[in-house]
């Protein structure tokens, strides 16, 4: 019933950009407090930002000034913007609804930063 769908990743120059989107259903959407986290090979998975119901944003210092991310709760759909990107940022990154003790994960998608 509840499901998190990420699409976006892929391959990507160093200095370019990618748009990650990630789209909800069976929850309501717009009560949850939404999140990307991404995990490399070897390294544990970090909180990359966060939005909540009420806009309110935080970043991780790895990417502030370079990622953005937003939401649109009419199509239940959180997005994260990254520009600038760089090889250190290759990773799979996967979306997070928290609300109180619920939390729902998505299965992820990788963005590879690679000439």
């Known amino acids: 019933q509840v499901q998190l769908v990420e699409s976006g990743g892929g391959l990507v120059q160093p200095g370019g950009s990618l748009r990650l989107s990630c789209v909800a259903s069976?929850?309501?959407?717009?009560?949850?407090?939404m999140s990307w986290y991404r995990q490399a090979p070897g390294k544990e998975r970090e909180l990359v930002a966060s939005i909540a119901p009420n806009d309110i944003r935080n970043y991780a210092d790895s990417v502030k000034g370079r990622f953005t991310i937003s939401r649109d709760n009419a199509k239940n759909t959180v997005y994260l913007q990254m520009n600038s990107l760089k090889p250190e940022d290759t990773a799979v990154y996967s979306c997070?609804?928290?609300?109180?003790?619920?939390?729902?994960w998505g299965q992820g998608t990788q963005v590879t930063v690679s000439s």
């Open positions: 997070k609804a928290v609300r109180i003790f619920r939390y729902y």
């Open positions: 069976g929850f309501t959407f717009s009560s949850y407090d």
